[in-house]
């Protein structure tokens, strides 16, 4: 079977033009991996640079195109590790002093500066004394006299920064009224006259309220008779001493007893009004039977 007529003009160039293009691309492949009067390769010697023998290869190499193979040693050349012997310059140790060591610095120390005092100015009105300049705590309200120079009506009397009723006397005197709440408690007060608009004070004085005298005796017992005229058993704390005491009788010749209860024995200061308490207690003497209540007793005299 017959596949070309060579004879043929056109099957005899088709069959020129294959050869051709064979024989074209046996030669490209020739070149590609093989190359066309390639020098041969020079191995770098021992403490060559990889770079001046890249250099070279490409030197000579030059104008010339590089096979596969040539490219991938070049590429591993570059690639190899460089050999680097360095050392570092030897310092001698510096010298210490094992016997200097470092020390914080010290504080300053700030010395406390005591600011000059500024003088007090003299009050422009004189507070010479008080009358009464001492009472006792838990009394009622009083008049007080003040005594002193350069008073005005305007001035006012205070007491611990409260201002009291004030009558106006003299420039010399002074009178005010303190109500009870004030001197409830023992304890000093402050006394200054002032005006409404501050121009015009006084200097201070104080009035002192002392506690008031209370009554030495312990209540321990009560009895009475079914008419309930009790009477009250008192212990004198001083003396250990038992009193029988009544309703009206005065106790220590200054306390009136004005109510007997079995709880309580309630007494009025004679001098100064004032109430006091005292609690049924069992604080006397042991062994004493008065410290108990006793129970009312009913007499042949009670029963008529």
Do not use: C
């Amino acid at each position: 079977m017959q596949l070309t007529d060579i004879q043929n003009p056109n099957e005899r160039k088709k069959l020129i033009g294959a050869a051709i293009l064979g024989v074209l691309a046996i030669a490209l492949l020739w070149w590609t991996f093989v190359g066309f009067g390639a020098p041969a390769k020079v191995s770098p010697t021992a403490g060559s640079d990889p770079k001046t023998s890249a250099t070279n290869r490409a030197a000579t190499s030059k104008g010339k195109p590089q096979s596969v193979v040539e490219v991938r040693e070049d590429l591993l050349d570059q690639l190899r590790p460089v050999s680097f012997d360095y050392s570092l310059p030897y310092a001698q140790e510096p010298k210490r002093n094992i016997f200097v060591y470092y020390e914080p610095p010290k504080k300053a120390v700030i010395v406390p500066t005591t600011p000059t005092p500024t003088p007090t100015p003299t009050p422009p009105v004189l507070l010479a004394a008080l009358s009464p300049s001492n009472v006792f705590a838990r009394t009622g309200e009083f008049k007080i006299e003040i005594s002193g120079d350069k008073f005005t009506p305007q001035l006012k009397v205070l007491i611990d920064n409260g201002e009291v009723p004030t009558r106006y006397v003299s420039p010399q005197q002074v009178s005010a009224t303190v109500p009870a709440a004030l001197i409830a408690n023992p304890g000093a007060r402050q006394v200054i006259l002032r005006s409404s608009d501050g121009a015009l004070y006084s200097n201070s004085a104080s009035l002192t309220v002392a506690p008031p005298p209370i009554p030495n005796y312990n209540y321990v017992g009560i009895f009475g008779t079914r008419r309930h005229i009790d009477t009250a058993i008192v212990q004198d704390k001083a003396s250990k001493e038992i009193l029988n005491i009544q309703r009206g009788d005065l106790l220590g010749g200054r306390f009136r007893v004005t109510s007997i209860s079995e709880k309580e024995l309630i007494l009025v200061d004679n001098n100064l009004k004032i109430k006091h308490t005292l609690a049924f207690s069992t604080q006397g003497e042991r062994g004493n039977p008065q410290q108990r209540p006793t129970p009312r007793a009913e007499g042949e005299d009670d029963e008529l």
